[in-house]
């Protein structure tokens, strides 16, 4: 049987051709994309997504920017409107120069609205009621009470109520200018030993205000950096482990009172620290939020580049 004429040597170098090019241009969609097909993103473009979701939430009308006040009460009635007397001032755009009153007894918070003011408790209509604290056990939010665009929540510092004023037209928020970041290092991801305690600890802490709360702690990472052996005390957080620290670049290109950083539960004894991800506390931003300050064994001897910078345009009030 004859073979088949051969098909002519231009075809074959040109079909081979669009074939290498092809395969080249695959090639480089992958590298362009950071990753090659069926397998997961980098740790470099997971790094930037992360970074870019924290500035995201803090930007949003409910984030840490949106707090536009922190008003501890006296025991009994508390006056609250725009007028320059109140003793929970909102702002004269917002709210009419009479809103209420905010009453402290026992340890609770009342509410009661002046006549012609409309309000929302938890997204119900209400003109007299109760403010309550988030609670942990069983898990609820703080009651939230609307009037306009504002909110109100009460708020623990410590042992003291008071009550967090929310406005999504704050300059804390407007005027913010965005977060800064070292630049990703690899060096910084270290694998740290979790040594726990044979029981939980209550560690107490104090916040930036002086006043103390108390935070359970599981145990302390073990780790090498810097050349030194370190080791940090391990708060828990939303199933993570939360550390509160400072190192030498407080106050020198980080804030100055703490960072935090977050880590996955222990597997195998050992946890993944990654201070890339070191964030800073809402109180670098915002003067009307209350954070911790790191326990002494936290405040590391050593020059953290990593992580989160320091923000220079801290709003305050005048």
């Not at 949003?60 to 006040?69: F, K, N, V």
């Not at 942990?136 to 008071?162: E, F, K």
């Not at 009307?288 to 345009?313: K, Q, S």
């Amino acid at each position: 049987m004859p073979l088949p004429p051969r098909p002519p040597f231009r075809i074959v170098r040109d079909t081979c051709l669009v074939a290498v090019l092809l395969a080249l241009a695959a090639a480089g969609v992958g590298r362009a994309q950071g990753r090659s097909p069926g397998r997961a993103a980098p740790p470099a473009d997971d790094l930037a997504r992360w970074r870019a979701s924290q500035e995201e939430k803090l930007r949003a009308p409910e984030g840490w920017l949106s707090i536009a006040g922190l008003f501890f009460l006296a025991p009994g009635p508390n006056t609250v409107g725009s007028e320059p007397s109140s003793q929970v001032r909102l702002p004269v755009d917002a709210a009419p120069p009479r809103v209420g009153t905010l009453s402290l007894r026992e340890g609770r918070i009342g509410f009661e609205l002046a006549p012609g003011v409309e309000a929302t408790l938890n997204g119900q209509p209400a003109r007299t009621g109760e403010l309550r604290p988030a609670a942990a056990g069983p898990a609820r939010p703080a009651d939230v009470l609307r009037i306009g665009r504002l909110a109100l929540q009460v708020h623990r510092s410590g042992p003291r109520l008071a009550v967090r004023l929310r406005d999504p037209d704050h300059p804390v928020r407007t005027t913010f200018t965005g977060l800064r970041w070292y630049a990703p290092d690899p060096a910084w991801s270290v694998t740290a030993d979790f040594v726990p305690y044979a029981t939980p600890r209550r560690v107490a802490l104090l916040n930036v205000l002086g006043d103390e709360l108390e935070v359970a702690s599981p145990g302390v990472v073990k780790f090498t950096a810097g050349g030194q052996a370190l080791s940090l005390v391990a708060f828990e957080e939303n199933g993570k482990l939360w550390f509160v620290f400072t190192d030498t670049t407080a106050g020198e290109g980080t804030y100055k009172a703490a960072r935090f950083l977050y880590a996955d539960p222990p597997r195998n004894g050992k946890v993944t620290l990654d201070f890339n991800r070191a964030e800073n506390p809402p109180c670098a931003y915002n003067p009307f939020t209350t954070c911790p300050l790191p326990p002494r064994e936290n405040r590391l001897p050593i020059a953290v580049t990593a992580g989160e910078r320091d923000y220079p345009n801290r709003w305050q009030p005048r």
